[in-house]
């Protein structure tokens, strides 16, 4: 597990990012250049970025926060998140408070296991190739660890072997062989990329048939992490709304995603705000992880929430969330990128799991900050001001005028980027005429 470290730090949000930075570099043992990489000074550049993408021309900047308060399973962390959009770390924080409340997160990974397809096709009787495909299972998993004695060495490697059959198809009858491959700390694509183009010749003799498709499924359903949260119904008061009634509203907010497709999917694009956020800071595949995590939300042929709510014997609330997590800490972006490295100290996670522990930790409370806000005073009030910050700042405010700009537009409840820029004009022609 991670390391002796509170994430309790009040005020933390009052400092100035100067500040904020020194507590974290004390907190997680940063160094220098570790520091600077988090500040975008010894980040990546522009040679490190040609060698990850094609047709480099530079690096594109994320603001990047530490969302503070965060417990799970009895370990503090500093969760360090890559995001844009305004009131998410702070939300996640706030949620990550109310949970502390009850004892901090719950969360369990299963074992790293992902699927690699491989299609075949031209067969004139798919259930034989099954079959025989079967029945030479155990050489098809060695093709496959011969790819990668180290990660067998290291206790990963191919676990198993499945072969399902599609006897009607837009390409006529077909098997799809399933390599279960356990990545231990990698996230994996290239791994199982790799063992299943090795595997596919032996395949086509096996079979008589002819491989087309060789790829790993973004659908890691053999590797779920589980987080469970609770929070006591006193911890949810808000205003005027006492912490029972906010507790049940929260349900009744879930029950509408629960059986409405157009809600659960704002529903689960608010549980991915958290969680794509610790991702990108953590140079992990957030695309991967955006697909498995709908596929997982429609596995019943309909698309539902992919968390659950409500409340127990004793009216806490009680929130879970269950989802697909194929994420690394070894190996791709999460080495080579400076910036993403630095935050993994920070996060100070040791394996793969215990990442993906933290990481549906975070959207679950992303998803309890969004129905205590929905459920009560409404989304709009908690984004306001941030969101406000934002438009003066994109309206050309600077210094002490962004608070003014910022305050006004609460103040009028108008919010946008022409009323920004008008107020901004209106203030800089006072403070002329003043000096």
């Known amino acids: 597990m991670g390391r002796d470290i509170d994430s309790r730090i009040p005020g933390f949000y009052k400092l100035s990012s100067a500040d904020r930075l020194r507590e974290v570099e004390v907190r997680a043992g940063l160094s220098e250049k570790e520091a600077a990489a988090l500040r975008g000074l010894e980040g990546l550049d522009l040679g490190q970025a040609d060698s990850m993408c094609e047709n480099g021309v530079g690096t594109f900047g994320l603001p990047l926060g ?14 360090p998140m890559a995001i844009e959009e305004a009131s998410v770390i702070a939300a996640a924080s706030h949620a990550a408070k109310l949970v502390r409340e009850g004892g901090g997160f719950v969360a369990k990974a299963s074992d790293s296991l992902m699927i690699g397809q491989i299609q075949v096709l031209g067969l004139d009787d798919p259930q034989d190739a099954r079959t025989r495909l079967l029945a030479e299972r155990e050489e098809l998993l060695a093709v496959a660890n011969e790819q990668d004695p180290i990660l067998v060495e290291l206790g990963g490697g191919a676990r198993d072997l499945e072969v399902r059959v599609f006897s009607e198809t837009l390409a006529g009858p077909m098997v799809v ?32 048939g002819r491989v087309l498709l060789r790829i790993l499924s973004n659908l890691a359903d053999r590797r ?14 808000l205003n005027d709304f006492d912490g029972g009634e906010v507790a049940e509203r929260v349900v009744q907010a879930y029950a509408l995603a629960a059986a409405d497709p157009y809600r659960a999917a704002t529903h689960n694009k608010g549980i991915m705000n958290g969680i794509d956020a610790v991702l990108v800071a953590t140079g992990n595949d957030w695309r991967a992880v955006e697909a498995g995590a709908h596929a997982y939300a429609a596995r019943f042929g309909r698309y539902a929430s992919l968390s659950a709510w409500e409340t127990d014997a004793a009216g806490n609330l009680v929130g879970t969330l269950e989802m697909p997590m194929a994420v690394g800490v070894v190996g791709g ?47 709009q009030r908690g984004h306001m001001e941030l969101h406000a910050r934002n438009m003066a700042i994109a309206a050309g405010a600077r210094g002490n005028l962004v608070d003014k700009v ?30």
Do not use: W
């Open 224 to 237: 779920l992490v589980r987080a469970r949260a609770t929070v006591p119904s006193e911890a949810l008061a």
């Open 177 to 208: 062989v399933h390599l279960i491959f356990d990545c231990r700390d990698a996230m994996g694509a290239n791994t199982i990329n790799t063992a299943v183009e090795a595997m596919a010749p032996l395949v086509e003799r096996i079979t008589g």
């Open 406 to 435: 910022v305050a006004r537009m609460v103040e009028e409840h108008t919010v946008r980027l022409d009323k920004a820029e008008k107020l901004l004009s209106e203030m800089s022609s006072q403070e002329t005429i003043l000096e």
């Open 333 to 379: 972006t999460t080495k080579v990128h400076p910036a993403a490295r630095a935050a993994l100290k920070v996060l100070g996670v040791e394996t793969a799991q215990e990442l993906a522990e933290v990481v549906v930790a975070v959207g679950l409370a992303q998803n309890l900050a969004a129905l205590r806000a929905l459920a009560t005073e409404g989304i």
């Open 66 to 79: 530490i969302a503070v308060n965060f417990v799970v399973n009895d370990q503090d962390y500093l969760v």
